[in-house]
């Protein structure tokens, strides 16, 4: 017999999501894969984000947010409030509000990376700068930010180097 307080649960295959290619300098895409708009959890987002083999995810922050990173697939390196880590699969790291971090894919293969942000809101962001991606699609064209990008930035709460 089910216990009363049995949660819900959720299983996506590799590309279930929405998904998004991403501007230059972040070349690749991601895919929301857990977020509270397809999901009973408010208190988090979730996904995936490739990049392809030089691409880097530019130094930022979060106002109001906790994110999680982990390599699964690739190297590189990461900067965390402009300290050098480098990064193979199996590396995790947590940044706490207001820490700026950049990542960037310095290997020969795809880079990819698992992200947890706590409370949600990345999805936004992905799908305000990004391109729509169909399923199983690996051409990631290259492109620019929105114009309009500092808007999109104040709006999801980021914190820019300098801020």
């Given at each position: 017999?089910p216990?009363?307080d049995?949660?819900p649960?959720?299983?996506l295959?590799?590309?279930?999501?929405?998904?998004?290619?991403?501007p230059?300098?972040?070349?690749g895409?991601?895919?929301?894969?857990?977020t509270?708009?397809?999901?009973?959890?408010?208190?988090?987002?979730?996904?995936?984000?490739v990049l392809?083999?030089?691409a880097?995810v530019?130094?930022?922050?979060h106002?109001?947010?906790h994110e999680?990173?982990?390599?699964y697939?690739?190297?590189?390196?990461?900067?965390?409030d402009?300290e050098?880590h480098?990064l193979?699969?199996g590396?995790?790291?947590?940044?706490?509000?207001?820490v700026?971090?950049?990542v960037?894919?310095?290997?020969?293969?795809?880079?990819?990376?698992l992200?947890?942000?706590?409370?949600p809101?990345?999805?936004d962001?992905?799908?305000?700068i990004?391109?729509?991606?169909?399923?199983?699609a690996t051409?990631?064209?290259v492109?620019?930010?929105?114009?309009?990008?500092?808007?999109?930035?104040?709006?999801q709460?980021?914190?820019r180097?300098?801020?």
């Amino acid at each position: 017999m089910p216990h009363a307080d049995k949660g819900p649960a959720i299983v996506l295959g590799p590309e279930d999501g929405e998904s998004y290619w991403q501007p230059s300098p972040s070349t690749g895409y991601i895919i929301s894969k857990i977020t509270p708009d397809n999901s009973p959890f408010d208190h988090f987002s979730t996904g995936i984000q490739v990049l392809e083999p030089g691409a880097a995810v530019r130094e930022h922050g979060h106002e109001r947010s906790h994110e999680l990173l982990f390599v699964y697939e690739g190297t590189g390196h990461a900067l965390v409030d402009g300290e050098r880590h480098e990064l193979e699969p199996g590396s995790m790291m947590l940044m706490g509000r207001r820490v700026l971090h950049f990542v960037q894919n310095d290997g020969d293969t795809r880079m990819k990376i698992l992200w947890v942000i706590f409370p949600p809101g990345l999805e936004d962001w992905f799908r305000a700068i990004g391109q729509p991606r169909d399923a199983g699609a690996t051409d990631a064209p290259v492109f620019d930010r929105p114009e309009d990008v500092k808007d999109i930035q104040d709006r999801q709460r980021f914190i820019r180097p300098g801020d």
